[in-house]
């Protein structure tokens, strides 16, 4: 879906003509990072590189979004005229999609004309921020499951259409099964999963009916069996499997109220009893990676779960303290010394360190530094034109390898020893050097 080069800030426009003005257009380097971890998460998950490739590559204004900022009367012709000839022509360097990531390491890089790298912020912040977020609380849902499925239900509460599509790829990129979303299943290749509502079992007059005329439509179906009485709808579901004989094909019962634990163990053991060990339990009703751990702890013989609203919304953590900064411009390094916002010079890379197969630290360091590890950061665009494709299936598989070389204290819900990520001693060089230009500047 194509997003209008206007959705931006204003003073991303005013700052641009201000550049204009002055005649500054030099190569610049921005870097998208986040200062510090929520308090109830170990990791993100870097997500939604492939919508910001999307946007730059058709970057441009149309007729009618120059002529509402013509209207503005704050804009000159001259600029309106160079905003009517701009495309995007930078490079931009990202993390792998599905990459775990930590504080103070960049995301995403743009490196472009400064008017052009500006103009995109607004755009880069809202789908790094909000995917790789969605993506990380997954994870952990997914993480306490212990191998039970996970099923995206968040549509109908997330905060508007996109929020929802963007929920349901980060579930599966996560490691979730599928969404109950149609649009994300067409549009991503996602499984759809779909049982029933309420509303179809309070339309008929009889309970059993409503089981009976669905299943018949849709033999493998999940029946839904809390709406008058949990374990009186499970009944229902056995008697419907005695009428039937061999034509009874119902896959799952689901489980969405009450005390999901208990009523678990008792349709566990009525299903067992009547022969339909093949009949599984599927559970959803306000869930989060929380309540499924519990469940699991306890052993509930439950065998999948519809995640909703509080995996949508990101109720737990609902933000980052993320940032799209200038870290250098024509050449040269540029800093920030703001209390507790220090950000370090230049263009950089982060080296992943691996030893035994696991990860034990991240050193930040210059682009063209010779570090050990990992270099993660990769070309993803050359000047305005995408140079891989992000394939959600691809990322799902690294992000897969890269929780595998997790510790288990990092992978756990539990807030952690933070992952030591540092800088390099160049970096470091390079800060406290500038640092006292500043100084003397001043």
């Given at each position: 879906?194509?997003?209008?080069?206007?959705?931006?800030?204003?003073?991303?426009l005013?700052?641009?003509?201000a550049?204009?003005a002055?005649?500054?257009?030099?190569?610049?380097?921005?870097e998208?990072?986040?200062?510090?971890?929520?308090?109830?998460?170990?990791?993100?998950?870097?997500?939604?590189?492939?919508?910001?490739?999307?946007?730059?590559?058709?970057?441009?204004?149309?007729g009618?979004?120059?002529?509402?900022?013509?209207?503005?009367?704050?804009?000159?012709?001259?600029?309106?005229?160079?905003l009517?000839?701009?495309?995007?022509?930078?490079d931009?360097?990202?993390?792998?999609?599905?990459?775990?990531?930590?504080p103070?390491?960049?995301?995403?890089?743009?490196?472009?004309?400064?008017?052009?790298?500006?103009?995109?912020?607004?755009?880069?912040?809202?789908?790094?921020?909000?995917?790789?977020?969605?993506?990380?609380?997954?994870?952990?849902?997914?993480?306490?499951?212990?191998?039970?499925?996970v099923?995206?239900?968040?549509?109908?509460?997330?905060?508007?259409?996109?929020?929802?599509?963007?929920?349901?790829?980060?579930?599966?990129?996560?490691?979730?099964?599928?969404?109950?979303?149609?649009?994300?299943?067409?549009?991503?290749?996602?499984?759809?999963?779909?049982?029933m509502?309420?509303?179809?079992?309070?339309?008929?007059?009889?309970e059993a009916?409503?089981?009976?005329?669905?299943?018949?439509?849709?033999?493998?179906?999940?029946?839904?069996?809390?709406?008058?009485?949990?374990?009186?709808?499970?009944?229902?579901?056995?008697?419907?499997?005695?009428?039937?004989?061999?034509?009874?094909?119902?896959?799952?019962?689901?489980?969405?109220?009450?005390?999901?634990?208990?009523?678990?163990?008792?349709?566990?053991?009525?299903?067992?009893?009547?022969?339909?060990?093949h009949?599984?339990?599927?559970?959803?009703?306000?869930?989060?990676?929380?309540?499924?751990?519990r469940?699991?702890?306890?052993?509930?013989?439950?065998?999948?779960?519809?995640?909703?609203?509080?995996?949508a919304?990101?109720?737990?953590?609902?933000?980052?303290?993320?940032?799209?900064?200038?870290?250098?411009?024509?050449?040269?390094?540029?800093?920030?010394?703001?209390?507790?916002?220090?950000?370090?010079?230049?263009?950089?890379?982060?080296?992943?360190?691996?030893?035994?197969?696991?990860m034990?630290?991240?050193?930040?360091?210059?682009?063209?530094?010779?570090?050990?590890?990992?270099?993660?950061?990769?070309?993803?665009?050359?000047?305005?034109?995408?140079?891989?494709?992000?394939?959600?299936?691809?990322?799902?598989?690294?992000f897969q390898?890269?929780?595998?070389?997790?510790s288990?204290?990092?992978?756990?819900?539990?807030?952690?020893?933070?992952?030591?990520?540092?800088f390099?001693?160049?970096?470091?060089?390079d800060?406290?050097?500038?640092?006292?230009?500043f100084?003397?500047?001043?």
């Amino acid at each position: 879906m194509k997003t209008p080069a206007l959705f931006t800030d204003l003073y991303e426009l005013t700052m641009a003509q201000a550049y204009a003005a002055e005649r500054m257009d030099q190569p610049a380097v921005f870097e998208l990072t986040f200062r510090k971890m929520p308090a109830n998460r170990n990791y993100i998950v870097a997500a939604g590189t492939g919508d910001v490739l999307d946007f730059l590559s058709d970057f441009h204004f149309e007729g009618p979004e120059l002529d509402y900022l013509r209207r503005r009367g704050e804009f000159s012709d001259a600029f309106l005229a160079r905003l009517k000839d701009l495309r995007f022509t930078g490079d931009v360097h990202a993390l792998p999609e599905g990459t775990l990531v930590f504080p103070n390491e960049p995301i995403i890089q743009v490196i472009a004309p400064i008017i052009e790298a500006q103009l995109v912020e607004t755009l880069v912040l809202n789908q790094v921020h909000f995917q790789s977020l969605a993506a990380a609380k997954a994870a952990r849902v997914v993480e306490a499951a212990k191998g039970r499925s996970v099923v995206d239900f968040g549509s109908r509460r997330a905060h508007g259409t996109d929020a929802a599509l963007k929920v349901a790829r980060g579930t599966y990129l996560a490691g979730g099964i599928g969404t109950s979303n149609v649009l994300a299943g067409q549009r991503y290749g996602i499984p759809v999963f779909g049982t029933m509502a309420h509303s179809y079992i309070q339309a008929h007059d009889s309970e059993a009916d409503s089981f009976e005329t669905f299943a018949a439509l849709y033999p493998e179906t999940t029946l839904l069996v809390d709406t008058y009485d949990t374990l009186e709808g499970v009944r229902k579901v056995i008697g419907l499997s005695c009428k039937l004989g061999s034509r009874f094909r119902v896959g799952a019962v689901r489980l969405d109220s009450g005390d999901l634990c208990s009523l678990a163990f008792d349709a566990r053991k009525m299903l067992d009893e009547a022969g339909l060990q093949h009949v599984t339990i599927f559970a959803s009703s306000s869930l989060d990676e929380y309540e499924i751990q519990r469940l699991v702890d306890s052993s509930a013989p439950i065998d999948a779960f519809g995640v909703g609203t509080k995996l949508a919304v990101m109720e737990d953590a609902s933000h980052l303290d993320m940032a799209y900064k200038l870290v250098e411009y024509s050449g040269k390094g540029r800093l920030k010394l703001s209390t507790s916002k220090v950000l370090y010079p230049g263009h950089k890379q982060v080296f992943r360190q691996i030893e035994t197969g696991h990860m034990v630290r991240d050193v930040i360091g210059r682009f063209h530094e010779q570090l050990p590890g990992e270099p993660l950061l990769q070309p993803v665009m050359r000047q305005g034109v995408p140079v891989t494709r992000i394939d959600l299936e691809e990322s799902r598989r690294h992000f897969q390898c890269e929780l595998a070389r997790l510790s288990d204290n990092l992978r756990a819900l539990e807030p952690a020893t933070p992952y030591p990520v540092s800088f390099s001693e160049r970096l470091n060089d390079d800060l406290s050097w500038l640092r006292a230009e500043f100084a003397r500047g001043t």
